[in-house]
T-cell receptor, first 111, second 113 residues
Framework: GQNIDQPTEMTATEGAIVQINCTYQ??????LFWYQQHAGEAPTFLSY??LDGLEEKGRFSSFLSRSKGYSYLLLKELQMKDSASYLC????????????WGLGTSLAVNP | DGGITQSPKYLFRKEGQNVTLSCEQN?????MYWYRQDPGQGLRLIYY???????QKGDIAEGYSVSREKKESFPLTVTSAQKNPTAFYLC????????????FGPGTRLTVL
């Protein structure tokens, strides 16, 4: 199977740093995505990890450890507009590149 | 501007009626996908197509049908056989080959009364 676990909800304060974790159990995958989704809108791409390690992109960073079955998304200098759901998705091992989605973490940023 | 369009944004239908949701992309992407999203649930794959004139069932295809007659278009029909059709429907496309990133349309919120 390819179970993906994320915390359901998190809260943080404007200006702070927050880490959203994603753990998974899978026999193989091609990579791991993080998407952001505001309420009622489409998911938008944040980051993609293929190899172990940290990918940094402005205020957002994502980390992957294949041996530990673990990824996290790190959001720095939080802004109110970062209040959204954050979706972790694995790229399946097949040629069709299907994505297997976690349920998402709803982040609330408070002033 | 290249992108994916879905229309309409909100759609209301009476129970027992079939309804077709449109999805058009001008990104020249080979692969297209339809997802359903319900409150508290992740994205669930309904159907996908990796090339024109070919498509495969996803995890929850029952009560839905699709066609892929043109590269740009991947309409989804929600039939009367779908037990709980009220949901947020998202269409996505992917360049193809080994490129994995999916780009999403704005979504259609279907409400069946």
């Amino acid at each position: 199977g390819q179970n993906i676990d994320q915390p359901t909800e998190m809260t943080a304060t404007e200006g702070a740093i927050v880490q959203i974790n994603c753990t998974y159990q899978t026999s193989g995958f091609n990579g791991l995505f993080w998407y952001q989704q505001h309420a009622g809108e489409a998911p938008t791409f944040l980051s993609y990890n293929v190899l172990d390690g940290l990918e940094e992109k402005g205020r957002f960073s994502s980390f992957l450890s294949r041996s530990k079955g673990y990824s996290y998304l790190l959001l720095k200098e939080l802004q109110m507009k970062d209040s959204a759901s954050y979706l972790c998705a694995l790229v399946g091992a097949g040629n069709n590149r299907k994505l297997i989605w976690g349920l998402g973490t709803s982040l609330a940023v408070n002033p | 501007d290249g992108g994916i369009t879905q229309s309409p944004k909100y759609l209301f239908r009476k129970e027992g009626q079939n309804v077709t949701l449109s999805c058009e992309q001008n990104l020249n992407h080979d692969a297209m996908y339809w997802y359903r999203q319900d409150p508290g649930q992740g994205l669930r794959l309904i159907y996908y197509s990796q090339i024109v004139n070919d498509f495969q069932k996803g995890d929850i295809a029952e009560g839905y049908s699709v066609s892929r007659e043109k590269k740009e278009s991947f309409p989804l029909t929600v039939t009367s056989a779908q037990k709980n059709p009220t949901a947020f429907y998202l269409c996505a496309s992917r360049e193809g080959g080994t490129v994995a990133e999916q780009f999403f349309g704005p979504g259609t919120r279907l409400t069946v009364l």
